[in-house]
């Protein structure tokens, strides 16, 4: 039987357990019935380069084996490869973050899973894209989940200094843990829906998704079909405050925060005369200026 599924397993994902794990995953993807190959990434970016050829090559799922970082990988190959009205993608939730496959309800029993994605049900999944700068080159990244500038990006910049093979939850608060001394709140040209706020803001979040930052609940009314990006712009807190603030937000009570503001809206931009960091689905991408626009229903996942 021709394989219809290209499965790309990030065996360093997880702090290493997916490679760990992939026998185990591979049994329960063959019993399930599912006509697949797959291929292991090798380094960085290697799962974007493998879902572009197998979208290419013709395959009508693409499986991210990993945890965001894989799946986010995977979202830009699929939707470099132009072919996103033939191909599905389908994830495996391995990793420690995993907040997209949080968000979708995707269960760690591995064979639920590969039951679901040989027998799947289908969403139409709205796709962000971020364009702004790196080295004063014009770059662009799409997301899935959530993408943030200000001290969310300086996080993101502080967490990837650690070492490469640990991933998720603990370089994330090794970040906040270092970006809470350095870090001071930027004036910022914030145009949502092409209107015009000027704010001194400790940070922007573009959701897509509900989850970020390893389980917190970032936008509770976050929907991948409407259509719109919840933006969070969470305003001149002070370090205290902020402290006080990140227990809320795994909660989803930040929202009601009086210097917390929250609206919908298809795009952003973001001006500043002050360098402001760029992340997307937790990689950093870049510096300001930033367009954030959102491609309605522009993935097929399956669940």
């Given at each position: 039987m021709?394989?219809?599924?290209?499965?790309?397993?990030?065996?360093?994902?997880?702090?290493?357990?997916?490679?760990?794990?992939?026998?185990?995953?591979?049994?329960?993807?063959?019993?399930?019935?599912?006509a697949?190959?797959?291929?292991?990434?090798?380094?960085?970016?290697?799962?974007?380069?493998?879902?572009?050829?197998?979208?290419?090559?013709?395959?009508?799922?693409?499986?991210?084996?990993?945890?965001?970082?894989?799946?986010?990988?995977?979202?830009?190959?699929?939707?470099?490869?132009?072919?996103?009205?033939?191909?599905?993608?389908g994830?495996?939730?391995?990793?420690?973050?995993?907040?997209?496959?949080?968000?979708?309800?995707?269960?760690?029993?591995?064979?639920?899973?590969?039951?679901?994605?040989?027998?799947?049900?289908?969403?139409?999944?709205?796709?962000?894209?971020?364009?702004?700068f790196?080295?004063?080159?014009?770059?662009?990244?799409?997301?899935?989940?959530?993408a943030?500038?200000?001290?969310?990006?300086?996080?993101?910049?502080?967490?990837?200094?650690?070492?490469?093979?640990?991933?998720?939850?603990?370089?994330?608060?090794?970040?906040?843990?270092?970006?809470?001394?350095?870090?001071?709140?930027?004036?910022?040209?914030?145009?949502?829906?092409?209107?015009?706020?000027?704010?001194?803001?400790?940070?922007?979040?573009?959701?897509?998704?509900?989850?970020?930052?390893?389980?917190?609940?970032?936008?509770?009314?976050?929907?991948?079909?409407?259509?719109?990006?919840?933006?969070?712009?969470?305003?001149?807190?002070?370090?205290?405050?902020?402290?006080?603030?990140?227990?809320?937000?795994?909660?989803?009570?930040?929202v009601?925060?009086?210097?917390?503001?929250?609206?919908?809206?298809?795009?952003?931009?973001?001006?500043?005369?002050?360098?402001?960091?760029?992340?997307?689905?937790?990689?950093?991408?870049?510096?300001?200026?930033?367009r954030?626009?959102?491609?309605?229903?522009?993935?097929?996942?399956?669940?």
């Open positions: 021709k394989a219809n599924a290209r499965v790309i397993v990030n065996p360093t994902s997880g702090y290493g357990f997916t490679g760990m794990r992939w026998p185990r995953i591979h049994r329960a993807l063959v019993e399930s019935g599912l697949f190959d797959y291929v292991r990434t090798e380094h960085r970016g290697h799962a974007m380069e493998l879902a572009e050829e197998a979208a290419r090559a013709g395959y009508g799922m693409v499986i991210a084996v990993g945890g965001d970082g894989t799946v986010n990988e995977v979202v830009n190959g699929l939707m470099k490869s132009g072919k996103t009205n033939e191909v599905m993608m994830i495996l939730n391995t990793g420690t973050g995993c907040d997209f496959a949080r968000f979708l309800g995707i269960s760690r029993n591995y064979r639920q899973s590969c039951l679901h994605l040989a027998h799947p049900r289908t969403i139409k999944a709205d796709v962000g894209v971020v364009e702004c790196q080295n004063g080159e014009p770059v662009s990244r799409f997301f899935i989940s959530a943030g500038l200000g001290f969310d990006g300086m996080v993101v910049e502080t967490a990837s200094r650690g070492p490469k093979f640990v991933r998720g939850a603990v370089p994330y608060f090794f970040g906040v843990l270092r970006s809470l001394g350095a870090y001071r709140n930027v004036e910022i040209h914030l145009h949502i829906d092409g209107q015009r706020q000027d704010a001194r803001i400790c940070s922007v979040v573009i959701a897509n998704g509900g989850f970020y930052g390893a389980g917190m609940r970032i936008a509770p009314d976050a929907d991948l079909q409407d259509g719109l990006f919840e933006v969070l712009v969470i305003g001149d807190l002070s370090k205290l405050e902020l402290v006080q603030a990140f227990p809320r937000a795994y909660l989803g009570t930040h009601t925060h009086p210097k917390v503001r929250m609206e919908k809206a298809s795009s952003v931009d973001v001006e500043s005369e002050e360098r402001i960091l760029i992340q997307a689905d937790g990689e950093l991408v870049g510096e300001g200026p930033a954030f626009r959102v491609l309605p229903s522009a993935l097929t996942i399956a669940l």
